[in-house]
Structure formats: structure tokens, C-alpha cells
């Protein structure tokens, strides 16, 4: 079955950086687009970032782009989301996410940009 763990999250000051990873399993990994979604308490969950499932092709969310950077390592099976001067609206719980039929979800991972 297709599984998404996510790690990578904490708190982190503003201009602050951080590195989030998503291991999948269950799944042709190489052969599957995969993306970043953002969701902060009482709003909806929003992409934030996606690849295509060769890796040459990367999509932001206006509020990310220059700042995050989405990749993948096809041996790993793992996606991540590199995130630089993170700012205080950044905070929210990051989710992993492949679309194979469905939507599968990660558990998602708290980020908390925060002086």
C-alpha cells in the first residue's frame, strides 16, 4: 500500500532554514509526479510545491517561489522540500502528497517559524 512519512519539521527562527523529507513506499516512486501541500490552523490545505516524476521539473506557490526548492532522489524513493529564510506565515503543518487514483497523505510534519 502506498505510505508517506514525513520528517524534517521544528521550530526555527525567522530567515531561518529547514529541510523536509518524504519516504515513500508502496508505489513506482519514478513514475509518479509528487508535491508539498501547507495547511495552518483554520485554513485550508494549499500546494506549496510540485516535480514532475523525472525530477526536471519543479511548480511554487507564489508565496514559496525563490525560497523553497522541491526535489527527489529516485534511489531513496524520498522528495524534499528545501525551505530558506522561512518567515513567520510559513508556519503550518507540511504534508506529502501523490496522487495514484486518489490522493495519499502523509502524516504531516510541524513547521513553527517563530523569534
Known amino acids: 500500500q502506498v505510505q508517506l512519512v514525513e520528517s524534517g519539521g521544528g521550530l526555527v527562527q525567522p530567515g531561518g532554514s529547514l529541510r523536509l523529507s518524504c519516504a515513500a513506499s508502496?508505489?513506482?516512486?519514478?513514475?509518479?509526479?509528487m508535491s508539498w501541500y501547507r495547511q495552518a490552523p483554520g485554513k485550508e490545505r494549499d500546494l506549496v510545491a510540485s516535480i514532475s516524476s523525472n525530477g526536471n521539473n519543479g511548480a511554487y506557490a507564489d508565496s514559496v517561489t525563490g525560497r523553497f526548492t522541491i526535489s527527489r532522489h529516485s534511489g531513496r524513493n524520498t522528495v524534499y522540500l528545501q525551505m530558506n529564510n522561512l518567515k513567520p506565515e510559513d508556519t503550518a503543518v507540511y504534508y506529502c502528497n501523490v496522487w495514484k487514483g486518489r490522493d495519499y497523505w502523509g502524516q504531516g510534519t510541524q513547521v513553527t517559524v517563530s523569534a
Open positions: 508502496g508505489f513506482d516512486f519514478n513514475s509518479y509526479p
